[in-house]
């Protein structure tokens, strides 16, 4: 079992470091959906091979021999290495795509000229902007 916990990190580990490498790389990616799925995948794997040690004992690592413990906490070391980068660059790529929408939200507004002015009774203007409908071309 120790052989499949340190396979699943690497695996994960593997995928993550890929995924940040292909998001700071100019281009469009297309394949982003299945390595989501396979990081969910591998993670769903690790807590399912975690639970069932911690099961059997909680310091279930210190029953691993000396090299595999090693090997094991290598691979944990990188898995969190490879996480916080693969953290930063999708948060990047998130603020990125949102600020991009609020700027084509903005720029539709401004030509779809939906903004009005109400005049009120007691002399009070109360201006207000509709929302345009936006049309994304899911290829991007």
Excluded: C
């Excluded at 595999?68 to 944990?76: K, L, M, N, P």
């Amino acid at each position: 079992m120790a052989t499949d916990f340190i396979d699943t990190i690497v695996s994960l580990t593997a995928i993550m470091e890929e995924e940040t490498a292909r998001l700071l790389a100019p281009g469009r990616h297309s394949d982003f959906a299945e390595m989501a799925a396979a990081k969910i995948k591998l993670v769903a794997t690790l807590d399912t091979i975690i639970a069932a040690r911690e099961r059997s004992g909680a310091d279930w690592m210190a029953a691993f021999d000396e090299e595999t413990r090693d090997a094991a906490q290598a691979a944990i070391l990188r898995l969190g290495e490879a996480a916080r980068d693969n953290a930063a660059v999708l948060e990047r790529q998130i603020d990125l795509s949102t600020e991009m929408m609020d700027a084509v939200a903005n720029e539709a507004r401004r030509l779809s000229g939906s903004r009005s002015a109400i005049y009120g009774a007691s002399g009070i203007v109360t201006r207000s902007e509709g929302a345009t409908p936006i049309s994304v071309n899911a290829s991007l």
